[in-house]
């Protein structure tokens, strides 16, 4: 593998690279402080700068991960990497420049590609010399993402991504924790403190002991007061009802108004008992209400017909709620 030239590095030269050259050894400059009994060695150590001439032992795909203070590549124009693949820099965060000298023979000679993440191809700059008309070589300088020299491939930032879906996760987590403290705060004040309750003690029964039991009772006594007759009234007016629409409806059609108020009052039980399971049969409950509904129109209108199904519905509420105030009152 490309990356066993590296293994006669120490760990401190690779942490202390802060330059690495790809070059052949008889273009070794003085000013990288290569020493000439180096140059048979794949690689030399100076001074922060990795000098690499091993180019055959560069296959497939090189990655540089184990340099992390690496600020700086040169590629020497006959460096030449026969089957070489790809540069993986994604993790060389401190990189910030690469350096193409005699780019000519450089991309005559190679044709890998870089890997890099999405981030790195701005930060990152390219140097190369460029012939002016007048015969005069100029350095010229552009990002990765700007040049088309050296072709480049965007890598996965697993690491940002893996965080960026935890925050994601994290975020969720404490936005479902708030909406549970906002509804714990709701139900807080919507429940009577111990405090409003000896208040509702003293108005229901005088300034006696908090008794719980005989504080409810004696509000379902008084709630009686005024519900009996107002449910009375109630059932008298749906009985009155009744007998119109049954007048109305004739022979004929007495029998569909009767399977009419029956499928109602079905529907109005499998509200109350709100049972998931039923959903079929209130579909088709609902169904037959429609059909009688269409039938007894040579009669009635819709707005008839729906005002004697609402007040059947209200009168059903209102047994309901007599059935309750009258539990246990008159323990």
């Known amino acids: 593998m490309a990356q066993e030239i590296f293994n006669g590095?120490?760990?401190?030269?690779?942490?202390?690279?802060?330059?690495?050259?790809?070059?052949?050894?008889n273009d070794?400059?003085?000013?990288?402080?290569?020493?000439?009994?180096?140059q048979s060695s794949p690689f030399t150590f100076s001074d922060g700068v990795l000098n690499i001439s091993a180019f055959e032992k560069l296959k497939g795909e090189f990655d540089l991960a184990s340099f992390p203070h690496l600020r700086k590549?040169?590629?020497?124009?006959?460096?030449?990497?026969?089957?070489?693949?790809?540069?993986?820099?994604?993790?060389?965060?401190?990189?910030?420049?690469?350096?193409?000298?005699?780019?000519?023979?450089f991309f005559h000679n190679?044709?890998?590609?870089?890997?890099?993440?999405?981030?790195?191809?701005?930060?990152?700059?390219?140097?190369?010399?460029?012939?002016?008309?007048?015969?005069?070589?100029?350095?010229?300088?552009?990002?990765?993402?700007?040049?088309?020299?050296?072709?480049?491939?965007?890598?996965?930032?697993?690491?940002?991504?893996?965080?960026?879906?935890?925050i994601a996760e994290l975020r969720q987590s404490f936005n479902h924790k708030v909406q549970m403290i906002a509804d714990l705060n709701q139900k807080i004040q919507q429940t009577p403190t111990l405090s409003q309750f000896r208040e509702l003690n003293n108005i229901v029964l005088g300034c006696t002991e908090l008794n719980y039991n005989k504080l409810k009772q004696e509000i379902k006594r008084l709630k009686l007061k005024?519900?009996?007759?107002?449910?009375?009234?109630?059932?008298?007016?749906?009985?009155?009802?009744?007998?119109?629409?049954k007048n109305k409806a004739g022979d004929s059609l007495k029998s569909i108004l009767d399977l009419l108020l029956q499928t109602n009052k079905q529907i109005i039980e499998s509200e109350y008992e709100n049972n998931n399971n039923n959903s079929f049969?209130?579909?088709?409950?609902?169904?037959?209400?429609?059909?009688?509904?269409?039938?007894?129109?040579?009669?009635?209108?819709?707005?008839?017909?729906?005002?004697?199904?609402?007040?059947?519905?209200?009168?059903?509420?209102?047994?309901?709620?007599?059935?309750?105030?009258?539990?246990?009152?008159?323990?």
């Open 110 to 166: 190679n044709d890998f590609i870089l890997l890099i993440k999405e981030m790195q191809s701005n930060r990152i700059v390219l140097s190369y010399y460029e012939d002016t008309s007048r015969g005069v070589w100029v350095e010229k300088y552009k990002s990765l993402r700007e040049q088309a020299m050296i072709p480049y491939l965007l890598v996965e930032d697993r690491k940002l991504e893996q965080l960026e879906a935890e």
């Open 28 to 38: 070794v400059h003085p000013s990288w402080g290569v020493q000439a009994d180096q």
């Open 281 to 331: 049969t209130r579909g088709q409950l609902q169904g037959q209400l429609t059909t009688c509904q269409t039938l007894l129109q040579t009669k009635f209108t819709l707005e008839e017909l729906q005002s004697l199904l609402d007040k059947q519905k209200e009168l059903r509420r209102l047994e309901k709620h007599s059935v309750i105030l009258q539990q246990d009152v008159y323990k």
């Open 9 to 25: 590095l120490k760990n401190n030269q690779k942490t202390g690279t802060k330059h690495i050259i790809f070059q052949q050894n």
């Open 226 to 245: 005024d519900f009996n007759p107002y449910f009375q009234e109630q059932k008298n007016t749906f009985e009155r009802l009744m007998a119109t629409a």
């Open 73 to 105: 590549i040169t590629f020497q124009g006959n460096a030449h990497f026969k089957v070489l693949e790809s540069i993986d820099l994604s993790k060389n965060e401190k990189l910030n420049k690469i350096i193409i000298l005699n780019q000519n023979q």
